[in-house]
């Protein structure tokens, strides 16, 4: 199709991508379009997605050509097919619009205008309802478009500054879906649990392929990352050896490229990196405790020995107890972080905290349900600052507004929004 409009037309090309769907590797797909672009569906009859997850979703999107792109599609009032999602809450269409722009969005077509009286999607309401009459929900956009009129220089063209990257592999999606390892193991939530717990610190991870990994990043998290080439081996290899730091987890370099196991102790190609060995494993459906208050452990345990690398944490319970649960491996410049157990959400944060701090990674504490990002453009930076809950936040940050041109005092609105020079 793109060869044929390329025939006839110069004009830029894209595609309606989803998100975190995976069926299809948006990599591989996005290199023949000039644009990304999404639909972006927050509350509907199917989902009701954490602001994570939407932060997430966008920047999966940003990374599959790593570049900013567009919201082809973008949620204006409540929708589904036989069922209505919930109802947008006042703030939350224009805070929906400047969550995308802080995560990389450049341009967004709000779905639809106008409700439709018939068909499948006469529930998937527009921005005027089916009697045609603006309302809150225009009048909230009307406002959104006026700011971004005076606003669009500072955000086309921006790039968001963080140390993190987080890597999603669609391959490794979908080994993983064919073989699960235990019940209750899915790889997709593991990347997200490592992206909201980065995204919750304030490191503002970005996310994309292995192509993009790079010293430009001070860590790369990469979550059960089960194939592995010669290839990517040596890629791994050059990042750590000029200073970055790799996280592995468990169930990470048991595989070639061809989905099959690999004949050599695991994690295979990554052993030397890592510098452990795993010589068992335990996927028994019990509660295992772990040392230095990093609580237990209840889907999957690997059993180390260590050849390089430095204990962190061991293992209090069963026949491995004190055998190694965490390592730390030093190679050339850069250290491999090894995490050969599931972690509860509290002890994860803990982990990355550390990992984060020991990396020399920059982050802005920021309250719970709320984020703060920081972009630049022609070497100027500014802070993005959104509030998600339902009650006003103090952000513990001042400075004049961008929006308003007046002093900010720190207390952010409900579902509000400001934009902060540094």
Excluded at 87 to 111: D, K, N, S
Excluded at 187 to 198: E, I
Aim: contains cysteine; charged residues 25%.
């Amino acid at each position: 199709q793109i060869d044929i409009i390329r025939k006839y037309s110069n004009r830029p090309i894209t595609h309606n991508m989803m998100g975190h769907f995976s069926d299809i590797d948006y990599y591989k797909l996005g290199e023949a379009l000039d644009i990304v672009a999404w639909d972006n569906y927050i509350d509907n009859q199917w989902n009701h997605c954490t602001y994570e997850n939407t932060s997430m979703a966008h920047e999966l999107m940003r990374g599959v050509k790593n570049k900013n792109f567009w919201v082809m599609e973008q949620q204006v009032g409540p929708c589904g097919w036989d069922k209505f999602g919930g109802t947008p809450r006042p703030g939350q269409l224009r805070l929906w619009t400047y969550q995308a722009i802080a995560h990389g969005c450049e341009g967004m077509v709000y779905f639809r205008f106008k409700s439709v009286p018939f068909g499948i999607e006469q529930y998937w309401l527009g921005l005027v309802d089916h009697d045609g009459i603006p309302r809150r929900r225009f009048y909230e956009i009307k406002q959104t478009g006026e700011e971004l009129k005076r606003l669009a220089d500072i955000f086309v063209g921006a790039e968001n500054k963080t140390d993190v990257l987080i890597v999603k592999s669609y391959k490794n999606v979908w080994s993983h879906k064919i073989k699960s390892h235990v019940k209750g193991f899915d790889y997709r939530n593991l990347l997200y649990s490592y992206y909201k717990v980065n995204n919750n610190l304030g490191t503002n991870p970005v996310c994309g392929s292995e192509d993009m990994i790079s010293n430009k990043y001070k860590v790369v998290y990469m979550p059960a990352y089960a194939m592995v080439s010669d290839t990517i081996k040596l890629k791994l290899e050059n990042y750590v050896q000029n200073g970055g730091t790799l996280v592995f987890t468990y169930r990470s370099g048991i595989k070639d490229l061809n989905n099959n196991m690999v004949t050599m102790a695991i994690p295979g190609y990554l052993r030397k990196l890592c510098g452990i060995s795993v010589q068992e494993f335990d996927s028994s459906p019990i509660e295992v405790g772990l040392t230095k208050e990093f609580g237990i452990s209840k889907l999957w345990r690997d059993i180390l020995e260590v050849d390089t690398a430095e204990v962190v944490v061991e293992y209090k319970d069963e026949y491995y107890a004190g055998t190694p649960a965490i390592t730390v491996n030093n190679y050339g410049k850069g250290q491999v972080w090894y995490i050969g157990c599931d972690l509860e959400e509290s002890v994860l944060e803990k982990l990355i905290k550390i990992i984060s701090d020991r990396a020399g990674v920059e982050y802005i504490k920021h309250p719970d349900g709320t984020e703060i990002v920081k972009r630049s453009i022609n070497n100027k930076e500014y802070l993005m600052l959104l509030n998600y809950t339902n009650k006003k936040m103090d952000m513990g940050i001042k400075g004049q507004s961008l929006l308003s041109g007046k002093e900010f005092n720190g207390i952010l609105d409900i579902y509000g929004i400001e934009i902060l020079y540094l």
